[in-house]
């Protein structure tokens, strides 16, 4: 394992898949913070560590999996901070897919959230307890949000759980911003997603390089 940690992601026969690589940073580098959330109010930044990362996910995709979601859509309505984090990659251990979208401030984002569902059709949605108070407020009756299990991600950790993925599995729904028309949504499969993070290392790699000469 620890080989492979140090080694560049693209020196292996194919990259590891996202859940894959998050559960060998929990298990090498357990107490490193693996996400800094900075805040603008003076409070201290809100951090995570691999470990408590992964744990937090597997919980995640624990209940994803209860529901046999694997390889349907799941909505993930979370402000920037880091809730988002556990929930995204819960979703990927489950085998389900993730569907990110901000929460909706303007009449049009609630009706841009709308579309999305239909297009969709999302087994579940996970957010917050504060998001859901606001869409329960302002969605119309009729949503098709409505009908599907609303979720908060658990905040304690879990055994670890992963359900088995292929390549071509989509890993992510993609959505454009709609403003133009309906929003369109692209699907980036496991491949796809490992192959993007791989690129981004060796360009920082490169670019390691280049400061350095």
């Known amino acids: 394992m620890s080989a492979l940690l140090m080694a560049p992601l693209w020196t ?3 990259p590891p898949f996202l859940g894959e690589l998050l559960e060998i940073r929990a298990a090498e580098q357990t107490e490193e913070i693996a996400y800094t959330h900075l805040t603008f109010d003076g409070a201290d930044p809100l951090q ?3 470990g408590h990362l992964y744990g937090r996910a597997c919980s995640v995709a624990t209940t994803l999996s209860s529901l046999d979601l694997r390889q349907k859509p799941v909505l993930l309505v979370f402000n920037a901070g880091p809730d988002f984090a556990p929930a995204f990659y819960g979703t990927l251990l489950a085998g389900a897919i993730a569907v990110p979208a901000p929460p909706p401030r303007f ?3 609630y009706t841009r959230l709308d579309r999305i569902a239909v297009d969709c059709s999302p087994g579940a949605i996970l957010g917050t307890e504060a998001i859901f108070d606001l869409l329960r407020r302002r969605l119309p009756e009729g949503s098709p949000l409505r009908a599907c299990p609303w979720l908060t991600p658990p905040i304690d950790s879990a055994a670890p759980f992963a359900v088995e993925s292929s390549a071509e599995d989509v890993a992510l729904l ?5 403003s133009t028309g309906a929003p369109r949504g692209v699907a980036i499969t496991h491949r796809n ?4 993070i791989e690129m981004i290392a060796k360009a920082r790699c490169l670019l390691s390089i280049l400061t350095k000469a």
């Open 107 to 109: 009449e049009s984002q």
């Open 174 to 178: 993609q959505y454009t911003s709609g």
């Open 48 to 50: 995570i560590s691999y």
């Open 12 to 14: 292996r026969h194919a």
């Open 193 to 196: 997603l490992s192959h993007s």
